[in-house]
């Protein structure tokens, strides 16, 4: 079965996302790797939720987001190659959690981004990663995702 078929499957709608508010492009390609910028967890350019894991936001609501800033960088690599069965595999993932003062749960907040790409790429969704705690995020956001996959050689 194909990664886009996977993702309609599973009901994961890939949207496609506005034009960067900053100086930046959403994907840079070099070689057979796509480095995806963060994504934080908006719908339509609007945040769908604000705050710090361990004061405002649960683990179970920052999961979400985390879910949700995959499906955006997702919606970057497609955006620069065409389709998700472009993809080889998920190579990186770096999640970054606003966290209050104490909060130590950032792996399982980012557990959200890890299991949507299991979810959609088996094996293939399998990677390394990094779940770091910080101080702030862009807008007041509470949690960040950013990817590194590995793509088909072009032809």
Known sequence: MSFE?????????????????FSYVPAVRTGNLVYASG?????NGELTMQGKLGRDVSIEQGQQGARLCAIN????VRGLVGSLDEIVR????NG????AE?????????????????????????HSRAAIGVAELPAGAPVEV?????VKPRP
């Open 5 to 21: 078929a996977r993702a309609k499957e599973l009901g994961i709608t890939i949207p496609e996302l506005p034009a960067p508010a």
């Open 39 to 43: 994504q934080t967890p908006t719908v």
């Open 73 to 76: 960088c997702l919606a970057e």
């Open 90 to 93: 998920i190579v990186k993932v």
């Open 96 to 99: 970054y959690v606003a966290s």
């Open 102 to 126: 104490g909060f130590t749960d950032q792996p399982k907040v980012i557990n959200g981004a890890s299991q949507l790409f299991e979810e959609i790429f088996g094996d293939a969704g399998k």
């Open 146 to 150: 950013e990817i590194i996959v590995e």
